[in-house]
């Protein structure tokens, strides 16, 4: 079936690193932009980061921007958001999700969402 999963998640101390994976099954994640999102307990889901399809430009949303980067492994249908510098308020469920274009930093026409990787940022 056409899938995304999630993984890489974990507990981490303030200041350290996570890399997030976005693995496809079933399509190809080359024809796709890909979209990162999180979504924190009580708090709205919000766009975190996009991946062309065309060229493999990244966008981020500001609260992030210096501390995460994007990369696209087409060879094993992944890709990737590398974070660092965690802070707390990164603490989230983060969910990857194809779709058609990034405008900016957010992801437009989603056809697959991922089931999310918990990411928790806590001394």
């Known amino acids: 079936q056409l899938q995304l999963v999630e993984s890489g998640g974990g507990l981490v101390q303030p200041g350290g690193s996570l890399r997030l994976s976005c693995e496809a099954s079933?399509?190809?994640?080359?024809?796709?932009?890909i979209g990162w999102f999180r979504q924190a307990p009580g708090k709205e889901r919000e766009g975190v980061s996009c991946?062309?399809?065309?060229?493999?430009?990244?966008f981020f949303t500001y609260s992030v921007k210096g501390r995460f980067t994007g990369s696209r492994d087409n060879a094993k249908n992944t890709v990737y958001q590398q974070m660092n510098s965690l802070k707390p308020e990164d603490t989230a469920v983060y969910y990857c999700?194809?779709?058609?274009?990034?405008?900016?930093?957010?992801?437009?026409?989603?056809?697959?969402w991922g089931q999310g990787t918990q990411v928790t940022v806590s001394s």
């Open positions: 991946i062309s399809s065309s060229d493999n430009s990244t």
């Open positions: 079933g399509f190809t994640l080359d024809y796709y932009a």
């Open positions: 999700a194809a779709g058609d274009y990034c405008s900016d930093y957010v992801l437009y026409d989603l056809g697959y």
